[in-house]
């Protein structure tokens, strides 16, 4: 079984690639520095002599890129996997969200995911579009909650939490494991990965439980009111493990 996982050199890629290890899957990544994503010869003569078996596109590059990746997907009948975000979702209007709903989001990072959504669809009808959340890793450096906070905390002497934001987020670990099960057994349309979705935690809850988990008891978290969202990405609970089984503190501090 050959995986071929794009953006290895990203934050969420490499914990796949360890779990897809872990599993007895060979690993293989895109080569950017190789092979453009725009030269759609080496493209495809390179993906032909690559052979994997599924594909799991977690880089950036343009939503041309992962509709031509899905089209391979479907032309060979291999199961493909794209990950896209809750930031596809607008706070206007509120959440929690469906996967059904429609995707409100007005900033270019969010319209950007939509138009990736959209190619990616249209290209191989039996493509999972996996939502996911923000991202917590204790150690994997790049776009991770755990470590803006560090980043927040040195650059503004204080962690600034909302009480009233219900982030959509996971355990890095959490994802990749739900992301391997999809390649291995591919769902068609859109799956929610979500930890928070049936607890609905707030980030300053959240955010509480991380200091005290994660030995960071020098974050000087201020609780504040100003961010207003209720991003919880409902319908796909089952997939992954809930916030509490990770933060013991979560499941405490609803219980007092
Ligand atoms: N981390 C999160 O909290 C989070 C939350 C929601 C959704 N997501 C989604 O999950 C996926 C992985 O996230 P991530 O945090 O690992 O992303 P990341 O750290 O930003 O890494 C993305 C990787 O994509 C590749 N890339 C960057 N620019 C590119 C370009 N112009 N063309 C082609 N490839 C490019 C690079 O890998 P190579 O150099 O190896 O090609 C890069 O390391 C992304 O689709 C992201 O939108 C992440």
Redesign the pocket.
Known sequence: MKWMI????????PVLAREAASQGVEVI??K?DEVS?DDLPASQAWLQAAQPDAIAH?????PE?AGRLAAYAARHDLPFVF?????VFHHVPDGPHAPQDARTAQDGYGQY?IACEDAVRSAHGGATIAR????IDPTQP????LMALDQWQASQGHVGASRRWKPACSFMADTAQALASLLRRPVAGIVHLDSNAEEGHSFLEIVLALRASFGRAHWLVQPQDDYVHDQRLLGGEARLAALSRRLVLLSNARAS
């Open positions: 794009t953006g290895l050199g990203g934050t969420l890629a990544g895109w950017r994503p977690l880089g950036m590059g343009s890129w990950t896209s975000t809750a930031m995911k996911i959340g923000w991202q790049g776009n991770n909650m």
